[in-house]
């Protein structure tokens, strides 16, 4: 896949997306800008992450005849574990509690399988044994099909050892219905999910028979705690219940993680037996030496489980060497060899593995010697890498850079090949791109030539060895122009905050203000101190004034009232929301009128906006502020999320990845972001497609397609199946049924009229506002 150039392709993308939403007239202003996003100040370099190998131990079958049942060794398989599952199992069969801190794909899992496996097949019985928890319903889905593998491998060691399987292409559930059928023997371990995945009736027979695992997350697990559904559950677990097992135990922080902690502690004085408990984790590991960590580690599970967990039980992972590493780094002089060779990408496992630069990159970037003991590195930036290759070897960093991507896409060549054989890897990584929202432009207060303009997220910026004040700066969404946000206190400009409650000016009505029913006489008589808080725009006095006494015919007639003495008039509610000028100086003092020691000069507007004087678009008090103005950067994190899984696929697809291959992950907190994701990426695609096919509908007719043959055109642009949008299909697929087809064509139609209304969506502007069709009206010129 060759992962570096495919990240090139993403951020480059991501980082057209978000130029997309500049929209800055003042050059001093968006030159500062297009510098930073050059200078990848809200895409930092990506950090590279090597997986190291994890130290081989015994099989299962090493372990002692008596702690180990042998039924155990048929399930889990005769393999060499890792030294920390191992060590984990030691514990777990002699009755202790553990927790694993290990990296990714260490097979933490199994350290409390085999534990609990092995217990449940020396004492059989009936009733809830042990409850695992998890933080999510996919690594409960993805569990219950690991425990169906070891199902598996039982019931193949019942088979006679002539017989020999006919059908290899079934689900892992039609192989266990087929095997049991063959051998006539079940698992001797029952195991269920209990979630709000299951049905009521899935649920009712779990009740009923009580599995001797459940396998299920906190909140259902509170559920069965507290429902009286569940009471026979929890019969259940106070007669029978051994081991409580938490996975990824580093989510439960904070709020959540003190109401797992309490949950623990009801369930252990529920329950009639000892309870067992067992965390792993792969991310709980803080600073210090291997001491330290552990106890670190065991004050956390103490607090969660309320055991006296001692650093013993905290079991870490050990790491080893998969290169030819004999315990020196290769020399300089080895290394500028290796460097001005030509790296092959058809060498074969051995070539790789002598290879020096490969044992560099093991044991100088992906591990470090902690007193006799490997431990895995820190992240490193490619650039970091590269420094430290070019300090060793004394080769340009140039070079060294150019090598280190080669080694990385030898790497990635050498572990595909191999996967198709046995699983086995060496050195895989992966990268880590952090990404910041792109922030808030901000400015001294002087004229436009002589401001000073900062992204950096402070109140003041040195000058002169002075703190100066800045202040944030906002963007017409139509005109580009830039609103200085501030508030007028005692005859002061000072710096408001767009995004502070207490910044926020307060909404004044028509209705605070109307005329009394009684003396006809309007309540209160506004003034322009009734505005504090609001906007400058900068006036040069060789630019045109924003705002002329004559532009006043341009606004609504609903901002005018009509009197007999004075004639048409503009209400006392709108009169102070017209732009005012204003006069300053670089101390922020400010009057209405012009003095000397006010050179400087501005637009004062009000805030909330009413009216645009840089685009002439008028709005209401109902509009949101954010739909007027907007910051330096546009995007959320949905809009953020979307585009970047976007430009995932698409980047698959262009460098012709397999298509189950084109898929990506994207985690969120709760579940409730986890959908408004989900829409947000359905929606976007929804659109996306739907405009594309409106563009090249449009394109195949130069004369330009009127609304009585758009929807057709669109319709088999988009060569919709019908199956995809009627609940009636008709019986042969070769020929559609003519009602749905004329109702999708409708339907389809009333979407583009929509579509092409003027939106909302500042992210994704329709085919009008980004002009990729014109809009025209027949016999209207």
């Known amino acids: ?42 895409l930092p370099e990506p950090l590279i992450q090597f997986n190291p190998a994890y ?52 097979g933490k899992s199994l ?8 217990d449940i097949l020396h004492n059989p019985g009936n009733g809830i044994r042990a409850i695992i928890v998890y933080p999510m319903n996919a690594l409960i889905n993805s569990q219950e099909e690991e425990i169906k593998k070891y199902e598996i491998n039982y019931l193949k060691s019942k088979i006679p050892a002539n017989y020999l399987l006919q059908n290899t292409n079934l689900s892992l559930d039609e192989q266990i219905l087929e095997l049991k059928e063959i051998t006539k023997t079940s698992f001797p371990i029952t195991y269920r999910k209990y979630t709000g995945q299951e049905s009521n009736e ?5 009740r009923e028979q009580a599995p001797d695992i459940i396998l299920t997350n906190y909140m259902m697990l509170e559920l069965i705690m507290t429902r009286y559904d569940e ?113 092959s990408l058809t060498r074969n496992v051995s070539d790789f593995i002598d290879n020096p630069l490969i044992i560099w990159l093991e044991s100088r970037i992906a591990l470090s010697n902690v007193n006799g003991f490997f431990e895995r ?13 070019s300090k060793d070897s004394g080769e340009l960093i140039t070079k060294c850079i150019e090598t280190i991507q080669k080694l990385l896409i030898w790497i990635e060549q050498i572990n595909a090949n191999i996967a198709k054989q046995f699983r086995k890897s060496y050195l895989p990584f992966k990268l880590h791109q952090f990404i910041s929202q792109t922030g808030t432009v901000k400015v001294t207060l002087d004229d436009k030539q002589n401001r000073l303009i900062t992204l950096d997220d402070e109140l003041y910026i040195k000058s002169n060895k002075k703190d100066i004040p800045l202040y944030p700066v906002l963007f017409s969404r139509y005109s580009g122009a830039d609103f200085i946000c501030v508030k007028l206190i005692n005859n002061q400009i000072l710096p408001r905050d767009p995004d502070n409650q207490d910044d926020q000016p307060q909404k004044i009505t028509q209705e605070d203000i109307k005329a009394d029913k009684d003396t006809g006489k309007q309540k209160r008589i506004l003034d322009i101190d009734d505005f504090p808080y609001g906007y400058l725009i900068l006036q040069e006095d060789d630019e045109e004034d924003i705002w002329q006494s004559s532009d006043i015919d341009y606004l609504p007639g609903s901002w ?54 840089t685009s002439g678009i008028i709005f209401d008090l109902k509009t949101n502020e954010n739909t007027k103005l907007t910051r330096l950067g546009n995007e959320g994190r949905s809009s953020a999320t979307t585009i970047l899984g976007a430009n995932i696929l698409k980047t698959l697809h262009k460098k012709n990845t397999l298509p189950e291959n084109q898929k990506f992950l994207s985690f969120t907190d709760n579940r409730q972001d986890a959908s408004l994701q989900a829409g947000h990426f359905n929606d976007f695609f929804t659109i996306a497609r739907l405009r594309s096919a409106i563009y090249n509908s449009v394109k195949k007719f130069p004369q330009g397609l009127g609304c009585d043959k758009i929807g057709l055109e669109v319709y088999k642009e988009l ?10 299909t008709s019986t042969n697929p070769a020929w559609p049924d003519e009602k749905n087809i004329k109702a999708i064509q409708k339907y389809i139609l009333i979407r583009i009229l929509y579509d092409l209304k003027l939106g909302w969506r500042y992210t994704t502007p329709n085919l009008e506002q980004t002009a990729l069709v014109e809009i025209g009206y027949n016999r209207l010129d």
């Not at 019969?235 to 996975?247: C, G, H, P, Q, T």
């Open 202 to 206: 899935q649920k009712s027979e779990i």
């Open 1 to 42: 896949m060759q992962a570096l150039t495919t990240h090139q392709h993403i951020i480059s993308d991501y980082k057209n997306f978000l130029k997309s939403f500049i929209n800055i007239s003042d050059e001093r202003i968006k030159k500062k800008v297009e510098e930073e996003l050059n200078r990848n100040s809200y």
């Open 377 to 389: 590195n820190q992240p490193m930036t490619l650039s970091q890498i590269a420094e430290l290759l």
């Open 719 to 728: 060569n919709l199946q019908e199956k995809e949008y009627a609940r009636y």
């Open 560 to 613: 005018f009232t009509n009197t007999k003495k004075f004639g048409q008039q503009i209400k006392n509610f709108y009169e102070h929301r017209l732009p005012r000028l204003l006069y300053f100086n670089q101390n922020r003092t400010y009057s209405w009128q012009q003095t000397e020691k006010l050179p400087l000069k501005a637009w004062y507007i009000p805030a909330y906006l009413l009216f645009d004087p």
């Open 231 to 343: 009471r026979e559950l929890r019969k259940s677990i106070s007669r029978n219940l051994k081991y409580l097992a938490f996975d990824e135990l580093h989510t439960y922080r904070g709020r959540q993680g003190a109401d797992v902690s309490m949950l623990i502690r009801r369930i252990k004085n529920y329950a009639g037996n000892q309870i067992i408990t067992i965390g792993t984790s792969a991310t709980m590991s803080s600073e210090g030496d291997a001491i330290e960590k552990k106890k670190a580690v065991a004050d956390v599970a103490n607090i969660i489980f309320d055991c006296n967990y001692s650093p013993s039980q905290i079991i870490g992972e050990q790491l080893e060497t998969s290169t030819g590493f004999t315990g020196t780094i290769p020399s300089a002089e080895i290394l500028i060899k290796a460097i001005n060779e030509t790296i």
């Open 55 to 106: 130290k081989k131990g015994e099989s299962l079958a090493d372990f002692p005849p008596n702690k180990i049942h042998p039924d155990l060794i048929k399930i889990i398989g005769s393999f060499n574990l890792y030294h920390h599952q191992v060590e984990a199992i030691k514990k777990g069969v002699n009755g202790k509690g553990f927790i694993v801190t290990s990296g990714t794909g260490s």
């Open 111 to 118: 350290t409390f399988l085999a534990t609990i496996f092995n």
